[in-house]
């Protein structure tokens, strides 16, 4: 799989090849709007990939809602969905037919109750059908299973959370349905229902998220996310017509690294329906500029006293290698760290001359070492020993495209593992507002202790200041 793949999307001939082996559950999610004059059980039933089962979204939903296939209660998913033989430790790919439209839903539910191992099958139905893998018509005879479901209740936005958003713009609002029904000037498809968006939403069609029946890469989403005016270092609503579409930027949103997001299940099916809601229409506000100038950042101080003890397996579907570097090339180092530290506005080595820098990476104190995906670089990590007795992680992180790849909590104990193998008193690091903003989460949960904290002021790299170097190197 490649790094700037999501790691929530397999291949056809993945799925293939786990056809058959244990505990590996197909899902048929195929649902569709009356425009695509498609009907995903008739599909199903003439043909579908080899030991699939029908997830009716229409069927397993809450119908006391008046809404369209509303997210049921837990109890009622995990009686059905155990029906199909699916169990919540299961690995689970769910696919619908040309790819991207309605399998992201499922895959959602799935997770929003408690299942991990979930995917979305590139290409759909229409891909594997293209690559001519086989199909079989016969109905799949399963064994019912336990499914134990553990709701996420934070990862679903109720009307009245959502009408509270909307009032305070505490989250943003990430609308998937086409610019026309978000601008108003595309009637919706429901009677009865206003068109136009709510005050504070941009315009993400879900269907921009892939091309021909393919996701697109990592870079790419997260370009269309920034653009869009989404930061995705701040909490995100998702929501469309009827909540299924939403979860397709769930998904790129999840694949990216995002985790504080959640689904309106409503949707516009309910907020454009009702008459004291506030809508608007016309294009999303204009992107306000980045401003330029030294940034302030809270810098926090943490150290641990002993080897941490947590332990995570190695990564799936990714070759992994972890390699020490001996003697290691400036311009290679320059690479590594503006890859890794651009984003997050590390410059302090970029801005040293290349004798400040040859000093204090051939210092015999200082370690650099460097993580393979698939064979390309994805990442680092630095540290230096010190006096002996404590030692400092000085840089840790990975490249844009490795961001959401599953692999950053398992590299910082990689690292660690590293650190420790010479019995240092202390472990030292520091981190602030300017990281990733779960940076600091995340050296928590690895044994880190926060000592201190202070306020700093970091001068961004300029274009000019990035081309001189790349010169220079």
Same mark, same amino acid.
């Given at each position: ?8 999307? &397999? ?12 505990? *590996? ?23 579908? @990939? ?9 069927? @397993? ?38 790819? *991207? ?16 191992? &979930?995917? /979305? ?20 005879? =399963? ?12 990862? /679903? ?5 959502? %009408? ?19 601008? !108003?000037?595309?009637?919706?498809? %429901? ?15 879900? #269907? ?29 609503? $998702? ?9 397709? &930027? ?26 004291? #809601?506030? /809508? ?6 204009? =992107? ?25 397996? /190695? ?16 311009? *290679? ?35 650099? $070492? ?12 630095? *540290? ?5 007795? =404590? ?16 692999? !950053? ?9 590293? @650190? ?6 202390? &472990? ?18 690895? !044994? ?26």
């Amino acid at each position: 799989m490649s790094t700037d793949k999501s790691r929530f999307v &397999v291949s056809v001939d993945w799925v293939e090849q786990q056809l058959g082996t244990p505990n *590996f559950r197909i899902v048929d999610a195929s649902w569709y709007l009356p425009a695509h004059k498609r009907d995903g059980k008739q599909e199903y039933a003439s043909g579908h @990939i080899p030991g699939a089962v029908f997830f009716d979204q229409d069927a @397993i939903a809450d119908h006391d809602t008046g809404l369209p296939h509303s997210l049921p209660s837990p109890e009622f998913f995990a009686e059905e969905v155990g029906k199909l033989g699916i169990s919540e430790s299961d690995t689970i790919v769910v696919y619908d037919g040309p790819g *991207f439209f309605s399998a992201p839903r499922v895959w959602w539910m799935l997770r929003v109750m408690g299942a991990e191992k &979930v995917y /979305v099958l590139d290409g759909g139905l229409d891909g594997w059908k293209a690559a001519g893998k086989p199909l079989e018509a016969e109905a799949t005879q =399963v064994e019912p299973a336990e499914f134990n479901a553990e709701f996420k209740a934070s990862r /679903v936005t109720s009307f009245s959370d959502m %009408r509270a958003i909307v009032d305070t713009g505490e989250k943003q609002v990430a609308d998937a349905r086409g610019a026309g029904r978000f601008t !108003g000037d595309e009637a919706e498809p %429901r009677a009865g229902m206003r068109s136009g968006h709510m005050p504070g939403a941009r315009s993400l069609p879900a #269907t921009a998220f892939s091309e021909n029946g393919h996701f697109k890469d990592l870079p790419t989403i997260r370009k269309m996310i920034e653009d869009a005016g989404i930061d995705i270092s701040k909490p995100v609503v $998702t929501s469309c017509g009827s909540g299924v579409t939403a979860a397709v &930027v769930t998904l790129a949103l999840e694949s990216l690294g995002h985790s504080d997001n959640s689904l309106y299940d409503g949707s516009w099916s309910e907020w454009g329906s009702k008459q004291d #809601t506030p /809508v608007v229409t016309g294009p999303s506000e204009p =992107v306000p500029p980045t401003p330029y100038g030294p940034l302030k950042a809270h810098v926090t101080q943490l150290e641990m006293t002993s080897a941490p003890k947590v332990s995570l397996p /190695v990564p799936v579907n990714i070759q992994t290698a972890i390699m020490r570097t001996h003697n290691i090339p400036l311009h *290679f180092y320059r690479y590594l760290y503006w890859r890794v530290g651009k984003r997050w506005h590390w410059q302090k080595r970029m801005r040293m001359s290349d004798p400040e820098l040859s000093a204090v990476l051939n210092d015999p104190k200082n370690c650099v $070492t460097v993580l393979y995906l698939n064979g390309s670089p994805a990442g680092f990590f630095e *540290f230096n020993k010190g006096d002996g007795e =404590v030692t400092e992680l000085s840089y840790f992180g990975l490249m844009e495209e490795a961001i959401g790849a599953g692999v !950053g909590k398992w590299f910082l104990l990689q690292a660690l593992y590293s @650190i420790w193998q010479d019995n240092p008193k202390k &472990v030292t690091v520091s981190t602030n507002t300017l990281d990733h903003p779960r940076a600091l989460q995340l050296y928590q949960m690895m !044994g880190f202790s926060p000592v201190s904290t202070y306020e700093a002021w970091v001068e961004p790299l300029t274009d000019s200041e990035y081309l001189e170097i790349s010169r220079r190197s």
